[in-house]
């Protein structure tokens, strides 16, 4: 297995909560690893199961999604449809021979900076250990 | 002028796409007089030779269904690609890989250790699995190579067009060959004999409020002939599939398995559909959605019946070694 293998992760942080959150992550100088890559959605409810796919099979080792509690999401229940979404997909993961470490459902409020740095920081540390996923590489043959 | 050459070719597929065109009746009679069939094994005796010596570009039309999981499929696709004008992907395997590719979800060696193997009417006690190549005292002996995973047809060399359908319905069948005869074809690399719009569009069930409490499979239930499928807590994949088959599963009360593949823009028509599906259970905690999540007990097999060749993950993920 690789010594130094870091994992490359898609962070879809929903406006509101999430990536406000990450944000004040940021201006409160909290350090945590870098390996996630932040898309900013206007709900977690907008994450389509077809984004996870479509992150998973172009490279990236991890996908977090990250919302609002549930009771909180700005649009009254965006999240509930996300965690719907997630129940199905996870099943589905498992069946491709995903790890369900490597699809994260997280909920990160506004003010949770600490929160989100430790979602980061937890999900970094079990990707390396997991490892590549490559799935890319394994359509061939 | 003479008359336009077309071929037809299965690799790996059921032969259903082939019953489809013989299917045709009279209109394959009207349509066999206005063009010369060069190559077609499951109805007329021409050997892979025959297809070699052909000049480069000599067919003007190929009918190619089937996906590629050999090297014999492979070796035909490409032969048929060098051979041929227009190259068409007839049917959802050569398209999305069809029912063969859900050999993807599994490896070439679980396959083989289960079909020559564990299957109970098996009697292999020596435990002999296919080689590509064998010595006998007469000489050697080679079959085609089976592949790990299975790919679509344009995964393996230009196609020209697209005609989904497990198999392509009649009509629709009929009217693509009188378009190629009439030479009306669109630009290249659409998908004709079928619709732009998803199935929900034709199919004329009342829509209710697309509620889930649970899911249930076609054996549970005879589902009421008027109201929506997934209304009933069957996964209907009309949603996420491409029209223009006239709904005839619906019409014989069952559900839409996908066979027309993805609606044009749609990336991954089994990610879309697990969306669109899970998107209506009527739940709000985590145990219940958990709980209705749990009908669906063959998500792959389910949302990505014909085409998880076509998506964007392919197959399972290799096990690392």
């Not at chain 2, 097999?301 to 993920?317: D, E, H, P, V």
Request: charged share 25%.
């Amino acid at each position: 297995m690789e010594s130094n293998f870091e994992p490359k992760i898609v962070g879809f942080l929903c406006k509101w909560c999430a990536y406000t959150g990450a944000d004040l992550a940021g201006t409160s100088r909290i350090k945590y690893p870098p390996n996630v890559t932040p898309i900013r959605v206007m709900c977690s409810g907008r994450v389509d199961p077809v984004l996870v796919m479509k992150a998973l099979s172009s490279g990236a080792d991890g996908v977090l999604i990250a919302g609002c509690h549930p009771g909180d999401c700005h649009y009254t229940s965006g999240n509930v449809k996300t965690i719907r979404r997630f129940k199905l997909l996870q099943r589905m993961l498992d069946q491709f021979g995903i790890e369900r470490d490597r699809v994260r459902l997280e909920w990160v409020s506004a003010s949770e900076g600490e929160r989100y740095a430790q979602v980061v920081e937890n999900m970094t540390e079990t990707l390396r250990t997991l490892g590549p996923l490559n799935w890319n590489g394994s359509k061939e043959g | 002028m003479a008359n336009p050459k077309a071929a037809f070719y299965w690799a790996a597929s059921c032969g259903g796409c082939e019953i489809a065109v013989l299917e045709l009746g009279k209109a394959l009679v009207d349509v066999s007089k206005k063009v010369d069939i060069v190559f077609w094994p499951v109805a007329l005796d021409f050997k892979y030779s025959d297809v070699e010596s052909m000049p480069d570009k000599s067919i003007d039309v190929c009918f190619f269904n089937g996906a590629i999981q050999t090297s014999e499929n492979e070796h035909m696709a490409k032969l048929l690609r060098e051979k041929s004008k227009i190259l068409i992907a007839f049917g959802a395997c050569a398209n999305g890989g069809g029912i063969p590719a859900l050999a993807n979800t599994t490896s070439k060696e679980r396959i083989f250790t289960r079909v020559y193997k564990e299957t109970p009417t098996t009697d292999n006690p020596q435990g002999v699995i296919p080689q590509t190549k064998v010595q006998v005292k007469e000489g050697e002996l080679a079959i085609p190579e089976f592949y790990n995973t299975v790919r679509t047809l344009d995964q393996t060399v230009g196609v020209d067009y697209s005609v989904p359908g497990c198999p392509p319905v009649g009509e629709q069948v009929t009217a693509v060959m009188n378009d190629i005869v009439a030479g009306k074809l669109p630009p290249k690399g659409s998908v004709i004999g079928a619709s732009d719009k998803s199935l929900c569009d034709e199919c004329k069930r009342v829509k209710g409020d697309r509620k889930i409490k649970k899911i249930v499979r076609t054996y549970e239930i005879v589902p009421d002939t008027e109201k929506c499928l997934l209304d009933q807590g069957v996964i209907c994949m009309g949603p996420a599939t491409r029209g223009g088959c006239g709904a005839q599963c619906i019409d014989a009360n069952m559900p839409c398995r996908g066979c027309y593949g993805a609606v044009p823009g749609v990336l991954d028509q089994g990610a879309k559909m697990l969306s669109a599906l899970s998107s209506n259970f009527d739940a709000e905690n985590e145990e219940e959605i958990e709980q209705i999540a749990s009908g669906v007990t063959d998500p792959i097999g389910t949302f990505y019946r014909y085409n998880l060749a076509r998506s964007m993950q392919r197959r399972k993920k290799a096990r690392r070694v």
